[in-house]
């Protein structure tokens, strides 16, 4: 894209239509639609969202839908009106909800028939909620999504948008406490799309499979971005269902697959994979969690030409911060790599001072990698400053060739008759055991005759699908493995282990029972 100015995802989505008009942009349930088709579409979303709802630049529409082509078309009309992206994590309680919608000062929520009851009652008592557009359904005056898109033809309606004005308010599906909106400007997604496009090889012939819910920052920060800055095609799954993924993957000839690896172990165990045709996927993209090395190698023999990626970025970061590149999937599979070009990056001690290779500390990236704030809350991204520096709250060390490895959070870290345990290192020992689904680390006070010790090392365990086991066999394991204060005290199995919506463990979850 070199000597092509670009100030705006809208100015991308032009210059790639205007290029490739028929490559097929988006394709769901068999349904495909082109560069040119999509235009249409958005156009005449956008048209009816300003004439009929008054949307205007830098109104806030709220997206509250499952994975597919009216996400995609909505999202893409908000981006050429100069609107803001806001999308909404539908797995949400009501109250969150309605908090969400409230304090994002959405104006238009445009709503699938699938959302309708949690959402129109959280809509309710909004203040700057002006209308409703339904998906599949009519709200009083408001005409629905398909009415809208049926009607009128294109629109040049442009108002100018630069790089410091807001693309998407992205809320924090956080752990603890409200969520916070992150603030993403046009100029940090543009420098998001360049770097992610240089860190994974994403190129125009790629069809990228999107599982994980559109509303998670990795599809709206950068895949539907990227996807239209290459012109490549955005394959969508309605449900993270992994027959139907497969079945898309050789359907539609994906080429690459980013998710979490909670998803990549239900591939890996799924019986359904012999004489499938996946050789077409090239990359698999992974974040949130490591993946076990035994999850790493099953996962070559099933897709051989397939490169494996960790990668990490947080809601706070304008462009993910690492990659761990495909030949250090199998030799270091614990970390998340080194930090990418234009990332700065420190690991502090509680004195502020930095600390050596080796040595387990709080993250901090340089403001310049930061988003500019939290919508209407100014306070609260300088309570995470350091000075120019962003203390991510994420306990971290880097080795002396430079890849970084995640300890944990710094509010989970366990200490064990004062020896510091972190839940990280537990969890991906227990991750080796090949009878391991997945497994999760929390501290839980001492009591009784151990009172002395604190806090005690649980581990929440789910157990591959059809094998049997037992907590005497964990605890050997980690034993074999790890320092006697580290291994597991308390050992509880589930079925399933609580996450939000981005994938992540709900700790707090585990620790309350």
């Given at each position: 894209m070199a000597g092509i100015a670009f100030s705006s995802l809208r100015d991308v989505w032009y210059h790639n239509l205007e290029?490739?008009?028929?490559?097929?942009?988006?394709?769901?349930?068999?349904?495909?639609?082109?560069?040119?088709?999509?235009?249409?579409?958005?156009?005449?979303?956008?048209?009816?969202?300003?004439?009929?709802?008054?949307?205007?630049?830098?109104d806030r529409v709220a997206i509250a839908a499952p994975n597919g082509l009216e996400f995609f078309t909505?999202?893409?009309?908000?981006?050429?009106?100069?609107?803001?992206?806001?999308?909404?994590?539908?797995?949400?309680?009501?109250?969150?909800?309605?908090?969400?919608?409230?304090r994002s000062e959405a104006e238009i929520l445009v709503v699938h028939a699938a959302h309708r009851g949690a959402l129109m009652k959280a809509a309710a008592g909004c203040r700057r909620m002006r209308h409703v557009v339904g998906i599949g359904f009519a709200e009083g005056t408001t005409p629905s999504y398909e009415a809208l898109t049926a009607e009128g033809g294109g629109w040049d309606h442009h108002?100018?948008?630069?790089?410091?004005?807001?693309?998407?308010?992205?809320?924090?599906?956080?752990?603890?406490?409200?969520?916070?909106?992150?603030?993403?400007r046009h100029g940090d997604l543009l420098?998001?799309?360049?770097?992610?496009?240089?860190?994974?090889?994403?190129?125009?012939?790629?069809?990228?499979?999107?599982?994980?819910?559109?509303?998670?920052?990795?599809?709206?920060?950068?895949?539907?971005?990227?996807?239209?800055?290459?012109?490549?095609?955005?394959?969508?799954?309605?449900?993270?269902?992994?027959?139907?993924?497969?079945?898309?993957?050789?359907?539609?000839?994906?080429?690459?697959?980013?998710?979490?690896?909670?998803?990549?172990?239900?591939?890996?165990?799924?019986?359904g994979l012999e004489g499938r045709d996946l050789g077409s996927l090239r990359l698999i993209a992974y974040a949130g969690s490591p993946m076990p090395p035994v999850v790493i190698g099953r996962l070559r023999q099933r897709f051989p030409r397939a490169r494996l990626h960790n990668f990490f970025g947080l809601s706070e970061t304008i462009s993910m911060t690492h990659v761990l590149p495909d030949a250090d999937a199998d030799s270091r599979p614990e970390s998340i790599g080194k930090a990418l070009p234009h990332i700065r990056q420190r690991i502090l001690g509680e004195d502020?001072?930095?600390?050596?290779?080796?040595?387990?500390?709080?993250?901090?990236?340089?403001?310049?990698?930061?988003?500019?704030?939290?919508?209407?809350?100014?306070?609260?991204?300088?309570?995470?400053?350091?000075?120019?520096?962003?203390?991510?709250?994420?306990?971290?060390?880097?080795?002396p060739e430079g890849y970084v490895y995640l300890k944990g959070r710094s509010k989970d870290m366990i200490k064990v008759a004062g020896e510091q345990v972190y839940g990280v290192e537990v969890e991906n020992c227990i991750m080796t055991h090949e009878k391991v689904m997945e497994a999760a680390v929390i501290g839980i006070a001492a009591t009784g005759i151990r009172a002395h010790l604190g806090e005690l090392v649980k581990a929440v365990v789910v157990a591959r699908p059809g094998m049997a086991l037992t907590e005497g066999e964990v605890k050997r394991h980690c034993?074999?493995?790890?320092?006697?204060?580290?291994?597991?005290?308390?050992?509880?199995f589930r079925t399933e282990l609580p996450r939000n919506a981005g994938g992540k463990v709900l700790k707090r979850l585990l620790k309350e029972g």
């Open positions: 290029k490739f008009p028929r490559k097929r942009a988006v394709v769901c349930e068999g349904v495909s639609r082109s560069y040119a088709e999509c235009d249409v579409l958005s156009d005449r979303l956008r048209r009816g969202l300003a004439e009929r709802c008054g949307l205007r630049k830098g909505a999202y893409w009309a908000t981006m050429k009106s100069g609107g803001v992206v806001a999308p909404v994590n539908t797995r949400l309680g009501t109250e969150e909800l309605a908090a969400l919608l409230d108002p100018p948008i630069a790089e410091e004005d807001v693309g998407i308010l992205l809320f924090t599906s956080g752990t603890t406490g409200l969520p916070k909106g992150a603030v993403m420098f998001n799309n360049r770097l992610a496009i240089y860190a994974h090889g994403l190129e125009h012939s790629d069809v990228h499979l999107l599982a994980i819910p559109m509303f998670h920052p990795t599809p709206v920060y950068s895949l539907l971005p990227t996807a239209a800055l290459t012109g490549a095609t955005v394959a969508l799954a309605p449900r993270p269902d992994v027959k139907e993924i497969v079945d898309l993957i050789e359907r539609e000839r994906v080429t690459t697959f980013f998710g979490v690896p909670s998803l990549f172990r239900l591939l890996d165990a799924y019986s502020g001072l930095d600390l050596p290779p080796g040595e387990v500390g709080e993250l901090h990236f340089h403001r310049d990698n930061i988003i500019s704030g939290y919508w209407k809350e100014p306070d609260l991204l300088a309570a995470s400053l350091r000075g120019e520096w962003f203390n991510t709250g994420d306990l971290a060390l880097v080795d034993m074999e493995r790890l320092a006697s204060y580290k291994v597991p005290q308390v050992v509880e």
